[in-house]
């Protein structure tokens, strides 16, 4: 394997957690690093030939795209199988010296799940493209989970480990070695300067652990005490990964869980032999990073964005449907007749003011530019206070608030924006 000194490196999804940790590793050893985003490079959309223009003078090609859901045309079989497979012959078509993939443990042509099958076919067509590398000196990584402040997974986990109770999940054949993102940004570092490794690797720490050792670990590294656990049934963590893959975004789905529930374990001696030491127990690696009062805070935040977003879009759509009809319309009329609407005019604020609400509550509900549609809300909301500022005092001094009321509502919009931005 020819040593690179300095190089230049070209990071294909290296906008994701994984991506930007090795770029960052890199750029610290000296060199030129590209870390492009999908936007840039997008594997489900760029063919071979296009590749072909964008991998021109790099020398290293490290490919960190990856999914764990079919995102409309971003597929798993789009992005992992096919457009891997265009990057590969891309890679040798243009000369590249050095490719590394990262793929999963865990990865299998007959497996399960459509990511472990899709992620099988990357490597299998990198391997039948250059069968011994002497056109391209390629590598395979495959990490078990990998741990580390603003990764998906490591959130998600985080989020579950401020809870009160802990979640249990599985039991004993739900093992899984992760390894810290230093170590796996290190390993891919040192590989793409030329050291010496295995074509097929797993980036692995050195401790298999169940979820519920995991979730322990990180709330005693929140600085937390420690809270009893509470079992979750498979078929309902299942049915909640299920649901919660169709409504969010979120790495927690059925093709994870699966993953999960088969067990994540290997023999850490050639990531030993790769990093030149040990790699480094969990708690050991996050102890180098201590944790802070923003990361309490992000994790016990962690839940609550769609829960805001919901109930501020069901809210909007309740108050169309009101203004529709289901409140009586001549207490409607009589509301504006306070304020010297009357009319046509009446009848275009009532059903133009509803049609406006109920239009705002669904685009929010479908996630669509949530903070577009909260600037919207607080604009209908402005406007609505400005005109019923012209209402008798009984509506502002009322024990129920019907008005004072937007003032948390605007506060509740403002988090929502925050959060969703």
């Known amino acids: 394997m020819r040593r690179l000194t300095l190089a230049r490196i070209l990071i294909v999804g290296g906008s994701g957690f994984i991506g930007r940790h090795i770029a960052g590793r890199l750029r610290d050893r000296g060199h030129e690093v590209n ?36 995102v409309g045309a971003n597929s798993m079989a789009a992005v992992h199988a096919d ?24 990865v299998e042509s007959q497996g399960e799940t459509i990511y472990q099958r899709s992620k099988a076919v990357a490597e299998e067509q990198l391997a039948a493209l250059d069968p011994d590398g002497a056109r391209l000196d390629w590598r395979i990584l495959r990490p078990s989970l990998v741990v580390g402040r603003g990764g998906a997974s490591t ?33 891919a570092a040192r590989i793409a300067e030329g050291a010496p490794s295995p074509r097929r690797f797993n980036v692995v720490g050195p401790e298999p652990m169940t979820t519920d050792t995991l979730l322990a670990l990180l709330r005693e590294w929140l600085g937390l005490k420690p809270a009893r656990f509470f079992r979750v049934p498979y078929r309902l963590f299942l049915l909640a990964a299920s649901i919660g ?122 996630r669509w530019r949530p903070a577009l549609v909260g600037a919207a809300q607080l604009a209908t909301m402005l406007a609505f206070t400005i005109i019923a500022a012209r209402l ?13 009321k ?16």
């Open 35 to 70: 870390a492009s985003s999908r936007v840039e490079i997008d594997l489900a959309r760029d063919g071979e030939a296009q590749l072909r223009d964008k991998l021109a003078n790099f020398e290293v090609v490290i490919n960190c795209a990856g999914l764990v859901r079919d």
């Open 83 to 106: 457009g891997a497979s265009n990057l590969f012959r891309a890679c040798l078509a243009v000369g590249v010296t050095r490719l590394i993939h990262v793929s999963a443990l865990g």
């Open 155 to 187: 959130r998600w986990l985080l989020a579950a480990a401020v809870l009160p109770f802990l979640p249990s999940f599985g039991d004993d054949a739900w093992r899984f070695q992760p390894a810290h993102v230093s170590d796996l940004a290190e390993v």
């Open 245 to 366: 893959g169709r409504v969010t975004t979120g790495p927690l789905n059925r093709e994870v869980v699966k993953l999960l529930s088969r067990g994540n374990v290997a023999d850490c001696s050639p990531m030993t032999a790769a990093l030149g030491r040990p790699p480094r127990y969990i708690r050991d690696a996050l102890a180098l990073e201590p944790a802070c009062g923003a990361d309490r805070q992000a994790a016990r935040l962690f839940f609550l964005p769609p829960v805001l977003r919901w109930s501020l879009g069901l809210l909007w759509v309740a108050t169309g449907f009101l203004s529709f009809g289901l409140y009586p319309q001549e207490k409607s009329y009589a509301l504006l007749a306070e304020i010297g609407v009357h009319g046509a005019l009446a009848d275009f604020a009532l059903y133009g003011g509803a049609a406006v609400d109920l239009l705002l509550g669904v685009l929010l509900l479908l």
């Open 392 to 404: 008798p005092s009984d509506y502002w001094l009322h024990p129920f608030a019907p008005l004072l």
């Open 406 to 421: 937007n003032l948390p509502i605007a506060a509740a919009i403002l988090v929502m924006i925050a959060l969703e931005s």
